[in-house]
């Protein structure tokens, strides 16, 4: 979600990659539908791995997931600045379809705040 967040088209200067350790080959519905309801058309969703991108270089690289904070993440050319925001994983979320959403709903306003005061400054 960060990443349609940051491409969404009002943050010039960004250009946002996503990718995790352990890709599931899919983006879960739910996260798109989130971004929907928040509109924002992400552009060509996919789950990536982040070894995809271990030459690419990057001015900032942040992980998002309360799992990644314990996670050996890859190096990347250059010297990156490193953030971890730890925003639990809505994709973990167990309950109702209503707790579900919700779920995501958080995560969303987690990602945007954060988005918001830290890098759009």
Known sequence: MAEAILNSGGHPGFAAFSAGSIPTGKVNHKAIETLKHHGIEPIE???KSWDEFTDTR??????VCDQA??????????SPRKLHWSIPDPAHAMGS??????????AFVLLQ??????LLL
């Open 45 to 47: 969703p996919s789950s």
């Open 58 to 63: 990057f001015d900032l690289v942040v992980t």
């Open 69 to 78: 904070a314990g996670e050996t993440c890859p190096l990347f050319p250059g």
């Open 97 to 106: 379809e209503e707790e579900i959403n919700a779920a995501f709903d958080e």
């Open 113 to 118: 705040t954060r988005i918001e005061k830290e």
